[in-house]
Nanobody
Framework: QVQLVESGGDLVQPGGSLRLSCAAS?????????MGWYRQAPGKQRELVAT???????NYGDSVKGRFTISRDNAKITVYLQMNSLKPEDTAVYYC?????????WGQGTQVTVSS
């Protein structure tokens, strides 16, 4: 059974930084999965933050380009999201996602709050 566990969410001031981690377990050939981060703010739909393919190709949502960086460590079976220059509008629950073919797995989410 594949499980994704996010960590690193916190309360941070505007302009600050955070690094989120997503540790996978029970996942076979992790390196072949496309991994991603999504977020959902109160009253809004879940939206793409960033994805990273098995080959290391990345894709970012327009609102985070230039501020966020997704990376993966296949040896540690973990994907990261480095978030810099955080804004209040980045406040949301951040979810980790893993996809391979028709299979898709979601984590439980971690709360990020950007506020002074």
């Amino acid at each position: 059974q594949v499980q994704l566990v996010e960590s690193g969410g916190d309360l941070v001031q505007p302009g600050g930084s955070l690094r989120l981690s997503c540790a996978a377990s029970g996942i076979f050939l992790f390196s072949r999965w496309t991994m991603g981060w999504y977020r959902q703010a109160p009253g809004k739909q879940r939206e793409l933050v960033a994805t990273i393919t098995s080959g290391g190709g990345t894709n970012y949502g327009d609102s985070v380009k230039g501020r966020f960086t997704i990376s993966r460590d296949n040896a540690k079976i973990t994907v990261y999201l480095q978030m810099n220059s955080l804004k209040p509008e980045d406040t949301a629950v951040y979810y980790c996602n893993a996809g391979l073919g028709v299979r898709e797995v979601w984590g439980q989410g971690t709360q990020v709050t950007v506020s002074s």
